[in-house]
């Protein structure tokens, strides 16, 4: 059997074994991503696995797993597990408070804000790097094309991916282009069964999972409108159901929601989108902002000329 030792030389601790894993999956085989995933799926239950356990788990051998552990600067698999349980140990202790659910493992309470500020855009430029590095811009221009074409666009979101949806409907709408932002599935529905060929029709899922979502681009394409995906999961039942996906990174992290942290990479997909449709559409974009700039002139409050005035 396979027994922890707690004598095996470990690989330095500065930045835990978890986040190790999660920024140096770039850099690993097929194989070695697999083994990757499952102990980030699960790290407690790799903590205990056997190193067979852990190979049959992730579908490889206990060859990977070694070569994995050498990959992250341990001696063998006894040290990695080792490290994984004391993380996994940290966070289960402040998983009792409920901190680890809302804000996460990395960032404790008593942490000074210098630390916490360097944490945050320290995933989260990772995680727009990852975005830019990954997105199909061949997508993202056949998407473009046909907005700028379209009779309407509809676009949706539910929870946190509501966020999204609105700014995206925000940038078609200050240029010109006929958009509406559905949220709730009743409305979002009854203005899918409303669409058709001519039509644009843009979902905006995290997970890809929300069954509301999925429903609402449903119905849109069964209309005959085109439809777009915007995901993190490629795999998602929304891929699925979508004619183009446009994927924002899924950089996995755990020290917040994975869904507040995803906003930023799907806004940044969301940003190009309506900037490229306004490109597109320049003479049109520019009369939209120039016509809504007079139009809110008289709200605008009057510059503050007491200082240097006559």
Request: charged fraction near 20%; include cysteine.
């Amino acid at each position: 059997m396979d027994h922890i030792r707690t004598d095996v030389p470990s690989a330095p601790a500065e930045v835990s074994v978890l986040e190790r894993i999660r920024h140096g999956a770039g850099d690993l085989s097929e194989a070695m991503s697999k083994v990757a995933d499952q102990v980030l799926v699960d790290p407690e239950a790799a903590a205990r696995a056997t190193i067979m356990d852990l190979a049959e788990l992730s579908g490889t051998s206990p060859g990977t797993i070694t070569r994995f552990c050498r990959h992250l600067g341990y001696d063998g698999y006894a040290a990695l597990r080792v490290a994984i349980a004391t993380e996994t140990g940290r966070a289960s202790a402040r998983t009792e408070t409920g901190w680890n659910v809302n804000i996460g493992q990395e960032i404790a309470p008593g942490d000074p804000l210098d630390q916490v500020l360097k944490q945050l855009i320290t995933v989260d430029a990772a995680r727009l790097r990852d975005t830019v590095d990954t997105l199909d811009l061949v997508a993202v221009e056949q998407v473009v094309n046909r907005i700028c074409e379209a009779r309407r666009v509809d676009v949706y979101g539910v929870g946190s991916s509501a966020t999204v949806a609105r700014e995206l409907q925000m940038g078609f709408y200050r240029t010109g282009v006929a958009a509406w932002v559905w949220t709730e599935v009743h409305d979002a529905l009854a203005s899918a069964a409303l669409l058709g060929e001519h039509d644009v029709a843009l979902a905006v899922s995290h997970s890809g999972t929300t069954t509301e979502t999925i429903e609402m681009l449903s119905e849109a394409g069964s209309r005959g409108a085109m439809t777009v995906a915007l995901t993190a999961c490629p795999e998602a039942t929304l891929a699925d159901v979508a004619d183009v996906c446009l994927f924002s990174a899924a950089r996995r992290t755990s020290y917040r929601a994975d869904l507040l942290a995803s906003r930023y990479s799907a806004l940044l997909v969301a940003d190009l989108i309506h900037i490229a449709v306004a490109q597109r559409r320049f003479p049109e974009a520019s009369q939209a902002l120039e016509s809504r700039a007079r139009a809110v002139v008289g709200h605008r409050p009057t510059p503050n000329l007491r200082n240097g005035a006559s």
